[in-house]
Nanobody, 113 residues
C-alpha cells in the first residue's frame, strides 16, 4: 500500500521560514507539493519530475523543493512566508506518466502575526 506522510506544518510569523517533509513508501518518478486555502482551488506549489523542478509563480524564489531518493523523501523549504501562503499543503506522487495518483493527508501551514 502506497503511503505519503507529511510533517513540519505549523504556525509562523510573516517573513519566517518553515520546512515541510514527506516520506513515501517507495520511490516515485514524480513528486510534488500542492496547497489549498479555504474557499480556493488546489494549486501547484512545486514539483520535481525526474529531477527537473518547477514552481508556482507565487512561490518562485521563496520556496525550494528537494528530494532524497535514498530515503524516499521530498522536502519543501519555505522562506519569506506571507499570510497568503496559509493553506493545507499536500504531498503528491505519481509515476512517469498520468495524473497525480497518490496524496498525503495534508499538513496545515498558517502564516500570521
Amino acid at each position: 500500500q502506497v503511503q505519503l506522510v507529511e510533517s513540519g506544518g505549523g504556525l509562523v510569523q510573516p517573513g519566517e521560514s518553515l520546512r515541510l517533509s514527506c516520506a513515501t513508501s517507495r520511490t516515485f518518478y514524480a513528486l510534488g507539493w500542492y496547497r489549498q486555502a479555504p474557499g480556493k482551488e488546489r494549486e501547484l506549489v512545486a514539483t520535481n519530475i525526474g529531477g527537473i523542478t518547477n514552481y508556482g509563480d507565487s512561490v518562485k524564489g521563496r520556496f525550494t523543493i528537494s528530494r532524497d531518493n535514498s530515503k524516499n523523501t521530498v522536502a519543501l523549504q519555505m522562506s519569506s512566508l506571507k499570510p497568503e501562503d496559509t493553506a493545507v499543503y499536500y504531498c503528491a506522487a505519481r509515476s512517469s506518466w498520468g495524473d497525480w495518483a497518490y496524496w498525503g493527508q495534508g499538513t496545515q501551514v498558517t502564516v500570521s502575526s
